[in-house]
């Protein structure tokens, strides 16, 4: 299938009107996102530094008079319908539909009385790629759904509304970080969150001003086994930490770190911990250097976590190694794939003027290798889910 051209805003709202022949009673986005680093500590209670992408996922819809909830899916092409009894109990809605009705499920779930509607997505956020199209796609319908049934659910209560969509409705283990990114990020700002108690600070994170650029690039590498791999992460560490005897690795600290490695037996577990620790500390560790304006310093905290999630974590696959190897020898300040892992996306913090010259390194190595080619796509922080008109 071709990629389709134009706004995407402009073509939910018009595959809402070819769809239903109405005009949609309102427009509502929420973007992709990437996270600048902090990667597999939201399940064990650690800490994440999202921000928003520009990409995003638009939700045209209105209401319906009966309880019935009627998508269309630019992407795929089709139209579903599904109604209260396809929400009584997860699971029964598959496939993209799940995401939708995950949502419905899971604000009846919470007591809300959720209004029939009908709706139509267009998105570009890629899929797939560990850019969070999912969370995306379910922020986007809550916030329509909440809109047009006059819902009350402040923004902070929505990221674990919409986890739960994905967690209990869809199956997917996920921790709370692509919710939180998508509904709280901030235009020119990445999301410092806790996963713990939920508690963010917008660090400004202008690369621009500094001269800088992120560049995402998409490895296009197939997702090899993520879902099983991802699970077998979290249940690791759910183990060591109960061995360990604390609630969650996030709470054994870097001075802490060679004390509970020693206590451990298995050497799989010691590099799993060794990367949540150490990971933890490296988000911290980055959020000081924005705050203290030294942007480019953060480079070799992003190096480090790859080097830690290719090691210790085991989470990369050959075509991510080589795109941060060929990024990093063509003068990016730092590279790290971004997201669960197993294919995905790497972020590279490039100086803008060198943009191309790693472009074309990762490009090359890719061609050299037979891989399928990247593309690269400079991104700045941009707003979360928002109602557009
Ligand atoms: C996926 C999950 C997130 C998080 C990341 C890894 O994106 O959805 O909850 O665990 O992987 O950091």
New binding site residues.
């Given amino acids: 299938m071709t990629a389709p051209t134009g706004d995407v805003v402009e073509r939910a709202a018009a595959g809402f009107t070819d769809q239903y022949d109405a005009r949609p009673t309102g427009l509502w986005a929420a973007p992709g996102r990437v ?1 600048l680093i ?6 064990n209670d650690g800490f ?1 530094l999202p921000f928003a992408l520009p990409m995003r996922t638009v939700v045209a819809a209105d209401r319906r008079d009966d309880e019935h909830w009627t998508v269309w899916s630019e992407l795929s092409g089709e139209t579903i319908t599904f109604a209260t009894d396809d929400v009584a109990e997860p699971g029964r809605v598959t496939g993209w539909g799940a995401y939708v009705a995950g949502v419905v499920w899971a604000l009846r779930d919470a007591g809300h009385a959720v209004p029939g509607a009908r709706l139509a997505i267009a998105s570009d956020v890629p899929l797939g790629a ?1 850019l ?1 199209s999912s ?1 995306a796609l379910e922020s986007a319908v809550l916030a329509a759904l909440l809109d047009l049934g006059g819902l009350e659910l402040p923004a902070e209560g929505q990221p674990r509304l919409a986890q739960r969509a994905e967690n209990v409705y869809v199956g997917a283990p ?5 919710q939180s990114a998508v509904i709280r990020c901030r235009a020119g700002h990445a999301l410092f969150l806790d996963c713990r108690d939920e508690s963010v600070e917008h660090i400004p994170f202008d690369p621009d001003a500094a001269g800088l650029t992120v560049l995402v690039i998409d490895s296009h590498a197939p997702h090899r086994h993520a879902d099983g791999e ?1 699970a077998a992460r979290r249940r690791s560490c759910e183990a060591a930490a109960k061995a360990l005897g604390v609630p969650a690795l996030r709470d054994v600290t870097v001075d802490e770190l060679d004390a509970a490695l020693a206590r451990l037996d298995d050497a799989e577990t010691r590099r799993r911990v060794r990367h949540v620790v150490t990971e933890d500390q490296r988000v911290l560790d980055t959020v000081a250097l924005l705050r203290a304006d030294r942007v480019r310093d953060i480079g070799p905290l992003l190096t480090a976590s790859h080097v830690s999630m290719r090691d210790d974590f085991e989470i990369t696959v050959p075509e991510i190694d080589t795109a941060v190897e060929a990024a990093l020898s063509a003068g990016a300040l730092g590279a790290r794939m971004t ?3 197993f294919g995905g996306c790497v972020l590279a913090l490039v100086e803008t003027d060198g943009v191309e010259a790693v472009a074309d390194a990762v490009r090359t190595a890719y061609a050299d290798r037979n891989y399928t080619a990247p593309t690269a796509t400079p991104v700045l922080p941009s707003p979360g889910a928002t109602r557009l008109r």
């Fill in positions: 996270n902090g990667e597999h500590t939201d399940y994440v560990g969070s969370a996920t921790g709370i970080m692509d991802y997201g669960g892992g």
